[in-house]
């Protein structure tokens, strides 16, 4: 007798189907059309090394809020235009890399990094103001931080360094820029740049009015897959 052919699934059955296999697969980042990997940048002479973080006169707290500085049971904040910056880590074929370790560092309103090679003392710089901190991305690749709008100082347009490590991609040192200030196109490093690798690396600056903000940006990171 001939074979009895098989019932279809119902309705729910297959709609749970295809959710499950749904959660199976690697979760994606859409991608922009033309996403281009972070250009590497040397780390400059001013990334704190992690073996004087810990002590000496430039020590304290290295937390993602780069504005306080806990000191002499004080809080410190730091001048300048205080910057939402929230960044999405992914790599080149849209997946959003959580687990990173994310670092920053820049300047401060006066020039000055936090850093004793920059030949100042801790009287030198903003005593409200990190110049360092760190964060590691969470679900969907994102991590964020509260410091300035970066500021210039001798020679260099205003510019936040930036250190990625991941066991997925290993580490990449670069630079963020801020989108179309008039002091890029005298910078040295900005000049070497493609149009594609500056608009990897441009943060788009918009106004904030909420939490004692000036501005706010959010930037996707791209490293190779």
């Known amino acids: ?54 002590g000496g006169p430039f020590s304290g707290d290295w937390d993602a809020d780069l504005t306080r500085v806990q000191r002499g049971g004080r809080v410190r904040v730091a ?50 103001f990190q110049g360092y901190g760190e964060a590691r991305t969470a679900g969907g690749g994102d991590a964020s931080f509260r410091t300035i709008r970066p500021a210039p100082y001798l020679g260099r347009t205003p510019h936040i360094h930036l250190k990625l490590r991941h066991p997925s991609f290993g580490e990449l040192t670069s630079q963020l820029f801020v989108d179309g200030d008039a002091g890029n196109a005298g910078d040295f490093l900005w000049r070497r740049l493609a149009a594609a690798e500056r608009q990897a690396l441009g943060l788009k600056l918009q106004p904030a009015s909420e939490g004692g903000l000036r501005w706010q940006a959010r930037h996707t990171l791209v490293v190779p897959a």
Do not use: K, N
């Open 79 to 128: 001048t300048g235009e205080h910057l939402a910056l929230g960044l999405q880590l992914r790599d080149s074929a849209g997946r959003a890399i959580d687990g990173a370790q994310v670092e920053i560092w820049q300047c401060d309103t006066r020039g000055r990094y936090r850093h004793p090679r920059d030949g100042g003392t801790p009287a030198d710089v903003d005593e409200g």
């Open 1 to 54: 007798m001939p074979a009895t052919p098989p019932r279809p699934l119902p309705r729910r059955r297959l709609v749970l189907a295809a959710g499950a296999a749904a959660l199976a697969l690697p979760r994606l980042v859409l991608a922009a059309p033309a996403a281009t990997v972070l250009p590497p940048m040397a780390e400059g002479p001013f990334y704190p090394r992690p073996d004087w973080r810990a």
